[in-house]
């Protein structure tokens, strides 16, 4: 009884926090590694419904002992490199989509191998909107 009643207000609490929440994170997903790698990065659609401008300013995870937020740039000889940023900028209104090739989270001295199908915790900090917590599917 007393668990179905924890059970329920678990369920509440949920849904009171998903209810003010101006952010809005759709289909998360890790890259799949071999064990030899110590790295891979993590990809998503992050979007900021609310009047105010946010930022993603932080990542923690379980599964890493480092986990950084990347974007990508391209030089004059067409040559991307990564750059290591303090935060990325969700303005109101905007999506801001991590995927290969752009902006992105990068896991580095994972814990355990990371293999397709599994899924991995993650959770986002944001500026104005707190700590979200997303699950990430490994792909
Ligand atoms: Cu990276």
Redesign the pocket.
């Known amino acids: 009884m007393c668990k179905v009643i924890a059970g329920i207000l678990f369920i509440i609490s949920a849904l009171g926090a998903s209810g003010v929440e101006s952010i809005k994170v759709a289909d998360p997903w890790v890259r799949a590694v071999p064990p030899v790698s110590s790295?891979t990065?993590v990809y998503m659609v992050i979007e900021n419904t609310g009047d105010e401008d946010d930022k993603l300013t932080g990542v923690k995870t379980a599964a890493s002992k480092y986990s950084?937020i990347?974007t990508?740039t391209i030089d004059e000889h067409n040559v991307a490199s990564?750059l290591?940023v303090e935060y990325l900028p969700l303005p109101s209104g905007e999506i801001m989509e991590l995927k290969p090739g752009g902006s992105?989270?990068?896991l580095r001295d994972l814990y355990d191998s990371v293999k397709a199908g599994e899924k991995v915790e993650i959770d986002l900090v944001f500026e104005k909107s707190g700590t979200i917590r997303i699950e990430a599917e490994v792909r």
């Open positions: 790295v990065a950084d990347h990508t990564m290591k992105h989270i990068m």
